[in-house]
């Protein structure tokens, strides 16, 4: 699509007979403001396709393209990229006064006497233009430029008259006919020259004229041949660039390799110290499970004697079935954890009652996300898990009656009893005082446990304040509704619950009471003895719940809403561990 100039009152349109260039607005915020101010359109911005022609930068001679610094152009019709050049900014408008052609020469001239001031501290930089430095000459007196021939310079001749004042037959120029390479391609070694094809421009930065459509004056400047290589004394390295406009950068290169080289030293100073010195112990980081010289804490570390330890299981692969019921419920898994780490953390945040803290540094893990597991995990687990605490039916439970209890009690069922567990004081006073144990003296949760005969947890209830009584509990239960008729329940002297035991046909069977008598008849006290001593499995059976720690030590508030899952995850890792005998 044609372009058209942005300038006002310019009418120069993009055509392939124009021979004008049109150039982008530059990218850098303060000279694309200056370029904004010198157009002059008020309320207006450029556009992205917006361009503005050659016919508003003054005329020169394109110079080069290096890598060492920005472009230094004295193109006709074009912008440079040097801001001291005049047509860094477009100058040539109708509205204003244009800068005079003569301040083109002016810098040029401005920029050889400087460079000529400094040629005789180049010397140990950069040789000559026309003689290759001493360590590139082979014997042969030829220079090593790759595979590339090099013509000697005819005397009297000027390779390129757009730079050099000398005129023809007066004198020799200071110029190498092959400095002035206008690509500015730095290359060492023996890589080709590529001719340049007519008709398109070669790397102009602001140039947008498609190929064939507008004239480039940089067409006739990139066909002479590529510049010598010379060596830098300081770093070794070939760098074919036109010596008068190398040399500042050289200077500039040289002065850095030395201040880099003084660092160098002075590092290797201190390295030099720090290897005398004698060492330091390490301060281990702050972030969980990343000490220097520790491993974060996993399930593959577990042996057969350290998972009944840290879990209360009786081996691995018991650890290792939990673990695979888990597969396929919503349990949540931190990143760069396994499902195998979560089960781990929860049993061992049971079994030895560990702050979130302390498991966060042993797996590399925060508080919070160890937290989350609990909270999340812990209800999860106790729905896989209640599957394994069983009521069993009335012929299982004869079945299984250890010798003692089928003497006396063949028909028994269940031996039952409720346990209290110490919590944290709550905040909340109401909280406060439904937990409150008289019994205790401390804040509790209370729960209801059944167990068969031979000593496997049978029934669990759900977690009430510490306040509540056990007949009220063992009502809201629904143990009483697993009662079928001529069943036996064995019970402590507490349980004032006969009447509902006989309503479901069941007998309760629980110690003589003395009622005023000095002492009990024989026959009632061998009876109570009796009693006792087949009780005492449910008291083994509370004592085995309790090796999880959570249970004897102060259950967290955090968990205090997950009490009846801990109780439920307990119960049933302890009917994986071998029977009471």
């Known amino acids: 699509m044609p372009q058209s100039c942005v300038a006002v009152n310019c009418t120069q349109r993009c055509s392939k007979s124009s021979g004008v260039s049109f150039h982008k607005f530059p990218a850098d915020s303060e000279r694309r403001r200056r370029w904004i101010i010198s157009v002059d359109r008020k309320k207006w911005s450029p556009r992205a396709d917006d361009r503005l022609c050659g016919k508003h930068f003054l005329e020169g001679k394109c110079g080069f393209h290096i890598n060492l610094r920005p472009e230094v152009c004295l193109c006709a019709g074009k912008p440079s990229l040097d801001p001291d050049h005049p047509d860094f900014v477009p100058t040539v408008f109708v509205h204003k006064a244009p800068a005079k052609r003569s301040s083109v020469a002016r810098y040029a001239r401005a920029t050889k006497r400087k460079i000529g001031d400094r040629t005789s501290e180049a010397l140990p930089l950069v040789a000559p233009c026309g003689h290759e430095d001493p360590q590139s000459v082979d014997p042969g007196g030829s220079a090593e430029t790759g595979n590339e021939d090099q013509s000697p310079l005819a005397p009297g001749t000027c390779p390129d008259d757009a730079h050099c004042d000398t005129p023809s037959g007066e004198g020799t120029c200071d110029e190498d006919p092959q400095s002035a390479d206008p690509a500015g391609s730095v290359e060492t070694g023996n890589e080709d020259q590529s001719p340049l094809v007519p008709g398109t421009c070669p ?39 036109p010596c008068y406009i190398c040399e500042p950068q050289f200077k500039a290169v040289q002065k850095r390799v030395q201040n880099l080289e003084a660092e160098v030293l002075r590092l290797q100073k201190d390295v030099d ?37 840290y879990t209360g299981l009786p081996n691995l692969p018991t650890f290792f079935f939990i673990v695979a019921l888990l597969e396929g419920a919503q349990a949540y898994v931190p990143k760069g954890s396994t499902l195998g780490d979560v089960v781990l953390i929860v049993l061992m945040k049971l079994r030895l009652a560990l702050l979130n803290a302390d498991l966060g540094y ?78 205790k003296g401390t804040n509790t949760f209370k729960f ?18 510490g306040r509540a009584s056990d007949k009220k509990l063992i009502q809201s239960s629904g143990f009483l509704d697993k009662l079928a008729d001529g069943d036996v329940i064995l019970a402590d002297r507490g349980f004032l619950i006969k009447e509902d035991v006989a309503r479901r046909g069941a007998r309760l069977v629980v110690p003589a009471l003395t009622r005023g008598k000095k002492q009990l008849p024989a026959r009632e006290a061998e009876e109570a ?18 090796v999880y720690r959570i249970l004897r030590d102060r259950l967290p508030v955090s968990l205090l809403r997950y009490a009846t899952s801990v109780v439920n995850i307990c119960a049933a890792l302890t009917n994986m561990r071998p029977r009471l005998t």
């Open 362 to 439: 042993r797996f590399g893990l925060s508080e919070t996300t160890v937290g989350k597991i609990m909270k999340v995990n812990i209800p999860v687990l106790s729905s896989q898990l209640k599957r394994f605490i069983i009521w069993p039916t009335k012929d299982d439970a004869s079945r299984t009656l250890p010798t003692l209890v089928r003497r006396r009690y063949p028909d028994c069922r269940a031996i039952i009893d409720c346990t209290e567990c110490r919590i944290e004081r709550p905040l909340a006073f109401g909280a406060r005082s439904e937990t409150y144990s008289h019994y």
């Open 273 to 309: 110290i720090l290897k005398a010195k004698p060492a330091e112990p390490v301060v281990p980081p702050t972030k969980p499970g990343q000490e220097t010289g520790t491993i974060p804490f996993s399930a593959r570390q577990l042996g057969h004697l350290s998972v009944s330890f």
């Open 448 to 465: 209801l446990i059944g167990i068969t005969p031979n000593g496997a947890v049978s029934f669990v209830s759900k977690c009430w304040g």
């Open 529 to 546: 003895r009796q009693i006792s001593r087949i009780r005492i499995h449910v008291e083994r059976a509370i004592g085995r719940l309790k």
């Open 203 to 241: 790397g102009d930065a602001h140039c947008d004229t498609p190929s064939g459509e507008g004239a480039c004056d940089e067409v006739a400047s990139h066909s002479t041949p590529p510049a010598p290589q010379h060596t830098s004394t300081q770093t070794n390295l070939l760098v074919p660039v």
